[in-house]
Nanobody, 115 residues
Framework: QVQLVESGGGLVQAGGSLRLSCAAS????????MGWYRQTPGKQRELVAA???????NYADAVKGRFTISRDNAKNTVYLQMNSLKPDDSAVYYC?????????WGQGTQVTVSS
């Protein structure tokens, strides 16, 4: 079993920055892909950014050039640095981790960007 704890959400003005963290705990040998998704009411959860075990990254077009995903394998932690935030970035952000063919999700952290 893998438990995920997210932190770093909050309220920020447009143009500001936030850094999300997601720490995995449990009996972990080596995590697979790690990523961040977001969801707003009435919409499907969408991929924001993902990073493979060797550091290859993938971003949604809406966040390219503004968000950066990274991971610290020694700490089993994935980060999402969010810069130049826009009101459209407001959502609940969820951490996702793959491990031995299973997907694990964090509890979600609210990000609100005011205009």
């Amino acid at each position: 079993q893998v438990q995920l704890v997210e932190s770093g959400g909050g309220l920020v003005q447009a143009g500001g920055s936030l850094r999300l963290s997601c720490a995995a705990s449990g009996t972990i040998f080596s995590l697979d892909n790690m990523g961040w998704y977001r969801q707003t009411p009435g919409k499907q959860r969408e991929l924001v950014a993902a990073i493979t075990s060797v550091g290859t990254t993938n971003y949604a077009d809406a966040v390219k050039g503004r968000f950066t995903i990274s991971r610290d394998n020694a700490k089993n932690t994935v980060y999402l640095q969010m810069n130049s935030l826009k009101p459209d970035d407001s959502a609940v952000y969820y951490c996702n981790v793959g491990y031995w063919g299973y997907d694990y999700w964090g509890q979600g952290t609210q990000v609100t960007v005011s205009s």
